[in-house]
């Protein structure tokens, strides 16, 4: 499994401005192969802050996913964002354990 965690911190009011974007890009997203989980949410402690959390199944998966025509879109209105701070890694999953819930 791979997964994709981070974090964009913008100017306030973006999210605002940038949140039916980011809505179609879920939408569009969740429905793809390969996609596990998808979801982008506002930090507590920082509503400015968007925190990024996605699983795949392959490595494959996510490059098709970044080859997608709604990405493409997605990244032009992130293009035009203002963007304070921002970070995203890639991990690969060897071992998936429960903590709570399913």
């Given at each position: ?36 989980a ?23 998966a ?41």
């Amino acid at each position: 499994m791979i997964i994709v965690e981070g974090f964009v911190h913008l100017e306030p009011g973006e999210l605002d401005r940038f949140r039916p974007v980011v809505i179609e890009m879920l939408r569009e997203t969740r429905a793809e192969e390969g996609c596990l989980a998808y979801a982008f949410a506002t930090d507590l402690d920082d509503p400015n802050t968007v925190r990024i959390i996605e699983r795949w199944e392959s490595e494959d998966a996510l490059a098709r996913h970044f080859a997608t025509p709604h990405m493409a879109k997605f990244n032009s209105a992130l293009s035009n964002a203002k963007i304070m701070k921002a970070s995203a890694k890639v991990y690969r999953a060897e071992l998936v354990r429960t903590l709570l819930g399913d």
